[in-house]
């Protein structure tokens, strides 16, 4: 199993420019995540996806869209990047329905810069 | 406001000694505290994930340590190896409910352990 997978692993943008962020999973989770992690830090939450279909915003979603195209895939969006988008972003997801007793999977990242 | 505050923010120490990193917490109604361990350039992976009633768990050489009256955990290593050079995470889980992505990430304790 791949478990999280992200791509692209890196990324150089410049100011004004999109992109699109794929996440996929393999372990048949509802939920998956976007976190973003600057230096110093803790990771913070842009956008959730409960179930398929579904989507919410998190701590941090301004500047951000997301899409819940399948149970496996979520992409997060970039319409028009910014220097302050410059960070690393993880997917993540898990199972466990509303359990806070679960177990939380991370992609291995994409590291974006925006100049 | 709900938060999570590691000590120290990053540590040396010498191959095969051991090391204690810190974590306090002021989530409320808590529910559980993980400890992920974040290689540079990966995401973070669960070492731990205690609930209020555990004192003690441990994952190899990793033995964390839960004092919900004071909320304080401490995650302990022994016998370090240079693998073991890493980002810790504490992060806190709330009694919130849902898939929400009620995570509470501490700002991690980088560790570098030198041979």
């Known amino acids: 199993n791949a478990g999280v997978t992200q791509t692209p692993k890196f990324q150089v943008l410049k100011t004004g420019q999109s992109m699109t962020l794929q996440c996929a999973q393999d372990m048949n989770h509802n939920s998956m995540y976007w976190y973003r992690q600057d230096p110093g830090m803790g990771l913070r939450l842009i956008y959730y996806s409960a179930s398929e279909g579904t989507t919410d915003k998190g701590e941090v979603p301004n500047g951000y869209n997301v899409s819940r195209l399948n149970k496996r895939e979520f992409s997060l969006r970039l319409e028009s990047a910014a220097p302050s988008q410059t960070s690393v972003y993880f997917c993540?997801?898990?199972?466990?329905?509303?359990?806070?007793?679960?177990?939380?999977?991370f992609g291995p990242g994409t590291r974006l810069t925006v100049t | 406001k709900n938060q999570v505050e590691q000590s120290p923010q990053s540590l040396i120490i010498l191959e095969g000694k051991n090391c204690t990193l810190q974590c306090n917490y002021t989530v409320s109604p808590f529910s559980n505290l993980r400890w992920y361990k974040q290689d540079t350039g990966r995401g973070p992976v669960s070492l731990t994930i205690?609930?209020?009633?555990?004192n003690t768990k441990s994952n190899g050489r990793y033995t964390a340590t839960l004092d919900a009256d004071t909320k304080q955990s401490s995650l302990h290593i022994t016998a370090s190896q240079l693998s073991d050079s890493a980002s810790y995470i504490c992060?806190?889980?709330?009694?919130?409910?849902?898939?929400?992505?009620?995570?509470?990430f501490g700002k991690g304790t980088k560790l570098s352990v030198k041979p």
């Open positions: 992060v806190v889980s709330a009694f919130w409910g849902g898939s929400q992505g009620n995570l509470i």
């Open positions: 993540a997801s898990r199972d466990g329905g509303g359990s806070p007793f679960f177990e939380q999977y």
């Open positions: 205690m609930t209020f009633s555990e």
